[in-house]
């Protein structure tokens, strides 16, 4: 047996070896996978919950019902169990709205932040890898666009626009485009002066197959995250538009308003501030794991 | 290097012109009629061409954008529609609130964030890092906005120890010379009022602060902790120096440059963050004005105020690259 052993031993200790590292591998990939299933799972039941509002809300958001006006939620003294989040000054259900405003956190986290990433990344790319004027135009119009503070242009330019949610979607693409431009125009440059490049340069393929082919594969860790983290600052851009009025029309629930109505009636009732605060928080903070994660996870070089 | 500094500045020029003007287009495709906002409903035509004349609104754009450049240039801000008075006279009064805002939420910032960066590097490879780490992650995730509605629920509503809105309690009436009312009332003296103030700093304070600290914790704590391992601090320890000596001492003044650095852009968007933070705390600064002019379509207001942060936004850039150059010697020559 001793002496079998020793002769496998070799072969066993290879073979070990390799079983180790799939497993090392494995568990790498869970443990650095454990914010992006979190962080998406949280994601994917704020969007079904929003798709399915209409199907599983208690109430109709808008219903008013003056007596019974800022009930608190289950568990305080006189609380409605017909209200599980307890009802704003105005009677409405705070539960049902929360998940109808869902509908337009996450209408404008995904477009807005598709929108941003798309044109951002193109003149990044553009500027990046073409350089010359293009860079200079690019570079130039980042630094006035750094100029700005982003909540006041974001208010001008839904003044300019006027209320609603194309006027946030488009407000908020004007602004951010530049995150992705910043970063994108950096990270093609440094892939740029990689071997890689030159080498497939001077195979002889053209710039624009490169570009595509070469360096756009090694940006997507990068902009997978930026898209994440960018539909978390998009939710809250929203938020903070609706909380000051200027967001879409004030029949539609939407978080920011409840915040700005539950600000008004804080004495009186503080869920009303609360429930839409602490699910806003979960949303950025869903979206910012799985952005971290996800770099993580993509990223070659992170994984080692 | 003084060529360096003359293209900076050309720099900054440029872009508060390129500010200007899109400013200025923006606003002149405004949707909504300022006037019509301004006037009682039964005026006259003559009544109305009288009034756009009066602000200008008569002539075409490139007209306005000439004397509007020209009026800039002699300090002439305009009128505020809304609350018609002087723009430049309106942003002197309420510019000092936000400053006074914004210079103490950034000392909060990096005094917490040197504060926790030093004591997580002490604390590294036991098992507080990972707490550590995990909490600051999380205060990197939160906003502002987030942060002020939280401070508004737990010291406004749960443990009601601070004021939720305005500056200074009306009933203190101490005959301010200055605008900056934080510093005068410490300057002269007056502790109730300077503690009366401060209280009503606080929340804005913590709300702006806190995003800013947990940026720098990151940042600097990465920094230390790569210093650490540096030969230089392996000499220092063999001479017996203490953990938290060999940081304050020895890693500190090289791992700050970078941290530094950031934290001016970050700057930057801290003040951005007064707009709204002003807005939740009823704070009477050009933020909470910048709000209520734009809800009111007041161009004037809103063109100087937007110039204001524009001119703000600049000058920290300058002053961060000032600062970047004074800490690190190679970039003077650079």
Known sequence: MAEQVSSVAPISSDRARKVRRLIGRGRRFLSLDAKVAFGGLIILIGLA????????????????????????????????????????????????????????????????????????????????????????????????????????????????????????????????WTRFARVVRAETMAQAAL??????????????????????????????????????????????LSFVGLSVSSDTPTWGGMIASGRQILHQGWWVLAAPLAVLFVTVLAFNLFGEGMRRTLDPVMRR | MIVSVINRLVVAAITLVGVGAIVFVLLRVVPGDPIAMMISPGASPADIAALRARYGLDADLATQFWMWLKALLSGDFGMSISLRRGVLSLLAERLPATLELAFAALALAVALGLFLAVLGTLARRTVCEPLIDALNGLALAVPDFVWALALVLAFGVFVPVLPLSGRINPSIDEGFVTHFYLIESLL????????????????????????????????????????????????????????????????LRNAIGPTLALTGVQFTFLIGGTVIVERIFSYPGIGNMAVDAVINRDLPLIQGLVLMFGLIFILVNLAVDALAAFFNPRLRHG
């Open chain 1, 49 to 176: 919950l929003a798709i399915f509002a209409p199907l599983i809300s208690p109430a109709d958001p808008l219903e008013q019902d003056l007596m019974s006006a800022t009930l608190p939620p289950i568990g305080f003294a006189g609380a409605d169990p017909a209200h599980l989040l307890g009802t704003d000054d105005l009677g409405r259900d705070v539960l049902a709205r929360l998940l109808y405003g869902g509908r337009v956190a996450f209408t404008v986290a995904f477009v807005a932040a598709g929108l941003a990433g798309l044109i951002g990344t193109v003149l990044g790319l553009v500027a990046g890898w073409y350089g010359r004027l293009a860079d200079t135009i690019v570079s130039r119009l980042i630094d006035i666009w750094m100029a700005f503070p982003p909540v006041l242009l974001s208010i001008l330019l839904v003044a300019v626009f006027g209320s609603g949610l194309h006027s946030v979607i488009a407000a908020i693409v004007i602004i951010d």
């Open chain 1, 195 to 240: 071997d890689y490049v030159t080498a497939a340069r001077a195979i002889g393929f053209p710039r624009l197959h490169v570009l595509l082919n070469e360096i756009v594969p090694n940006l997507w860790p990068v902009i997978v995250a930026l898209l994440s983290l960018e539909a978390g600052i998009a939710v809250i851009v929203e938020a903070i």
């Open chain 2, 188 to 251: 002269r003296l007056k502790l109730t009022a300077f503690a009366d103030v401060a209280s009503h700093m606080a929340m804005p304070v913590i709300a702006l602060g806190l995003p800013l600290a947990a940026v720098i914790v990151r940042l600097l704590k990465e920094a230390l902790k790569e210093a650490m391992v540096q030969d230089y601090v392996l000499l220092a320890r063999l001479k017996g120096m203490s953990e938290l000596r060999l940081i304050l001492q020895e890693a």
